[in-house]
C-alpha cells in the first residue's frame, strides 16, 4: 500500500474509533480565526495528539483540534489551526487533513486564512473571497504516485473555487452589508514574511493576497472531488504596501477586529449551503 494513503486510513479509523460524526461541511480556521469554532452548536471534539499519526500545528494561536457540531442544520467539522508546509512537514502531511476530512463525510471544503493584501483599496480588516489561486511556489500535493483511491493523476484546476458557492459568499456579504473584496490568492512557503520585491513579484504574476497556507489544501480537495470554497482576512498589507514592520502579533489582532464581522459571514454562507449538501 501506497504509504502516504496508509498513513491517511490509519488516522481515518483511529477518527472513527473515536467518534462517527458525519461532517457535510469542512472549515479550516486561519490564524487568529480559531476561536469560531466554539460558537457552533458542539457534539464532539477530537485533539490532533488524539489521532495516530497525525501531524500536529506548531503556531502561536493554533489550537490544534477537531470540533464537530451543527452551524444550523448543516453539520461541519472546524479544525482549530491548519498545519503549514513552513513547520517542517511533507506537503502530504500538509493536506492529510484535508483528505482526512473527506473522508469523514464532508463534501464542501471551506479556507480561511490570514493573509496579506496586495490590491489596490484593500486595508486591514478586509474580507477577500478567494476566486482563484496561484500555487506554484509550494509543491504539490499530488506529486509522486497517484492515490486512485482519492482522484484521478491529472485532475482540472481550473474552477478549483466553487462558481456556485461563490455566488452563495457574495448573497450572504451583501445581505449582512459586509463588503467583500474578491481576487486570487498566491501561497508562498514562508515563515519568513515576503520582501517588497516579492511582493511586486506577486502583484506582476496576478495575486491580489498572499499567505502560507490554503492553496495546497485547496489542490488536495479538488483532486477529491471536493466543492472548495475560500475567504482571506486580510490582517496586515504585505510589504512594501505600507511602511509598517509584519509581525504575526499584528496579524492576530487584525483577526480579532474583524472576527465578528468574519462569524456572520461564516455562519450565513454554511447555512445557506444546507440547499447543496446532504443534511
Given at each position: ?7 491517511l486510513?490509519?488516522?481515518y479509523?483511529s ?10 461541511v ?6 487568529g ?6 460558537s ?5 471534539t ?17 489550537k490544534?483540534r477537531?470540533?464537530f457540531?451543527?452551524?444550523?442544520e ?7 489551526g491548519?498545519v503549514?508546509y ?14 482526512l ?7 464542501i471544503?471551506?479556507?480561511t ?5 496586495i490590491?489596490?483599496g484593500?486595508k486591514?480588516?478586509?474580507?477577500m473571497?478567494i476566486t482563484?489561486?496561484i500555487?506554484?511556489?509550494?509543491p ?5 504516485p497517484?492515490l ?17 458557492l461563490q ?11 459586509i463588503d467583500?473584496?474578491?481576487g ?7 515563515p ?5 520585491q ?6 506582476t504574476l496576478g495575486?491580489?493576497?498572499?499567505g502560507?497556507?490554503t ?17 482571506s482576512c486580510?490582517t496586515n ?7 509598517v514592520p509584519l509581525?504575526?502579533?499584528e ?15 461564516v455562519?450565513e454562507?454554511i447555512?445557506?449551503t444546507?440547499?447543496?449538501v446532504?443534511?
Open positions: 500500500m501506497n504509504p502516504v494513503y496508509e498513513k486510513m490509519k488516522c479509523e477518527c472513527r474509533a473515536k467518534t462517527d460524526f458525519k461532517p457535510r469542512a472549515l479550516v480556521l486561519g490564524s480565526l480559531g476561536d469560531y469554532a466554539e457552533i452548536r458542539v457534539v464532539d477530537l485533539d490532533y495528539h488524539d489521532i495516530e499519526g497525525f501531524p500536529v500545528s506548531t503556531v502561536p494561536g493554533h490544534g477537531f470540533i457540531g451543527y452551524i444550523g448543516v453539520p461541519v467539522v472546524c479544525m482549530q491548519r503549514h513552513y513547520e517542517g512537514y511533507d506537503i502530504t502531511d500538509v493536506v492529510l487533513p484535508t483528505r476530512m473527506k473522508l469523514m463525510g464532508a463534501e471544503l471551506f479556507l486564512n490570514a493573509a496579506g493584501g490590491q489596490l484593500m486591514s480588516g478586509s474580507l473571497m482563484g489561486q500555487a506554484c511556489f509550494v504539490s500535493p499530488l506529486i509522486g497517484n486512485d483511491e482519492l482522484g484521478e493523476r491529472f485532475p482540472d484546476m481550473s474552477q478549483i473555487y466553487d462558481p456556485e455566488r452563495i459568499v457574495r448573497k450572504a456579504a451583501a445581505e449582512l452589508s467583500l473584496c474578491e486570487t490568492y498566491l501561497q508562498l512557503s514562508g519568513q514574511y515576503e520582501t517588497p516579492e511582493v511586486a513579484m506577486c502583484r495575486a491580489d493576497a498572499v502560507m497556507s492553496a495546497c489544501e485547496a489542490v488536495a480537495a479538488k483532486h477529491m472531488g471536493m466543492r472548495v470554497l475560500g475567504i486580510v498589507m504585505a510589504a512594501g504596501i505600507q511602511a509581525s504575526h502579533k496579524v492576530q489582532e487584525a483577526a480579532d477586529k474583524v472576527a465578528p464581522q468574519f462569524k456572520e459571514l455562519t454562507v447555512k445557506k444546507a440547499g447543496i446532504s443534511v
